[in-house]
């Protein structure tokens, strides 16, 4: 079966400061990898997604994550951080099942940001 | 557009109380899945539905979780004698076609308390 590991379970970075959320994944398969943002009493926002192709992805408010199957990792990064970007973040793979596929989340990782 | 919707947004019920969750996926969005997101946790997966169709329910954890959709758009999440552990947000997504692309759409949840 799929999981996703991430092992930090908070991260504070100073504002402006370079951010890397690590994130883990088990799968069979080549995977389908996300990346969720989720803010404090909202649902789950989409910031970028990998599913082939270029190893490096580029998705919202200026987050990018690289694909390393070697490591079977999926980490995500940002080179200057803003205070909004506080919230949890949750790496997901997707799996296939008969034709359509479900998301197995990590647990999560709290990002605080100071000024 | 409209997002997905889910109500309430909070729910409080006494230990034994049936619920009905429901949710309001995008318009014309054929898939449509429900996650458990305990307290410090990633969602997990319960149920899928293509269309009317409920094509996988192997993340329900017993027999008083129940989730219909009968004319393909309006899900309902209902939990029958709750008990403390279904304390949770419950979460809606839903996607175009049958969800291959591994991107869903989530609503805001709605958090349930068991007293």
């Known amino acids: 079966a799929q999981s996703v590991t991430q092992p930090d379970i908070h991260i504070t970075v100073s504002e402006g400061a370079s951010l890397e959320l690590r994130c883990n994944y088990s799968y069979g398969a080549t995977p389908y990898l996300f990346w969720y943002v989720q803010s404090p009493g909202q649902g789950l926002q989409l910031l970028l997604k990998y599913f082939s192709g270029d190893t490096l992805v580029q998705g919202i408010k200026g987050f990018e994550a690289e694909f390393k199957r070697s490591q079977s990792s999926f980490n995500l990064r940002k080179p200057s951080v803003h205070w909004s970007d506080a919230a949890e973040y949750f790496c997901a793979v997707g799996a296939w099942g008969s034709g359509y596929s479900t998301l197995t989340f990590g647990k999560g990782t709290m990002l605080l940001v100071s000024p | 557009g409209a997002g997905v919707s889910q109500s309430p947004r909070y729910k409080v019920a006494k230990r034994g109380q049936d619920v009905a969750l429901r949710c309001d996926p995008i318009?014309?969005?054929?898939?449509l899945f429900w996650y458990q997101q305990a307290l410090g946790q990633g969602p997990e997966f319960l149920t899928y539905f293509q269309n009317e169709a409920q094509l996988d329910k192997s993340g329900l954890p017993s027999d008083r979780f129940f989730a219909e959709r009968p004319e393909g758009s309006v899900s309902t999440l209902k939990i029958q004698r709750t008990q403390q552990e279904d304390s949770a947000v419950y979460l809606c997504?839903?996607?175009w076609g049958q969800g291959e692309s591994g991107e869903q759409y989530f609503g805001p949840g709605t958090r349930l308390t068991v007293t």
């Open positions: 318009s014309g969005h054929v898939s």
């Open positions: 997504a839903s996607s």
